[in-house]
């Protein structure tokens, strides 16, 4: 999700047929591109019409973002709800941005992961602009 990318990331999500990842696609790549007017309208889209039912996707929108007050608000509605795609975020890329705040291995547990193991995991990704 490097910026250098963002631009091919709108050219191919255009065919997902999911329309919840298109969404969140949208809002990280545009944001990537700077172009926050149209990433903040990509993830209210994604609140308003899937929050409910993925909130993971929300979540790592936010995370990419570096919102972490809204990413962890939402992780804990995943947690809330079971969804299942939380599990995933102790692997995801896009939560690297929170792996050093007080509230990650609290999460970690909720979801019924071993978060000393987990917290050894060193993931990076590139943040926008760099």
């Keep these: 999700m490097g910026k250098a990318d963002a631009a091919g990331a709108l050219r191919e999500i255009a065919g997902e047929p999911d329309e ?3 969404l969140q696609i949208r809002a990280l790549a545009f944001y990537a591109l700077g172009r926050t007017r149209e990433s903040n ?3 209210q889209a994604l609140i308003k019409t899937y ?3 993925q909130p993971t996707l929300v979540a790592l929108a936010y995370s990419y973002r570096v919102d972490r007050d809204a990413a ?3 992780l804990d509605e995943a947690a809330r709800i079971r969804d299942p ?4 975020v102790a692997f995801d890329v896009l939560t690297d941005p929170l792996r050093d705040d007080p509230r990650w291995l609290p999460f ?3 979801i019924g992961y071993a978060p000393e193991q987990l917290a050894a995991i060193k993931i990076e ?6």
Excluded: D, Y
Aim: glycine share 8%; no cysteine; proline share 8%.
């Design 20 to 22: 919840a990842s298109r």
């Design 41 to 43: 309208a990509a993830l």
């Design 51 to 53: 929050g409910e039912q």
């Design 72 to 74: 962890f608000h939402w």
């Design 85 to 88: 795609a939380a599990t995933s």
């Design 108 to 110: 970690l547990r909720k």
């Design 125 to 130: 990704v590139p943040k926008p602009g760099t």
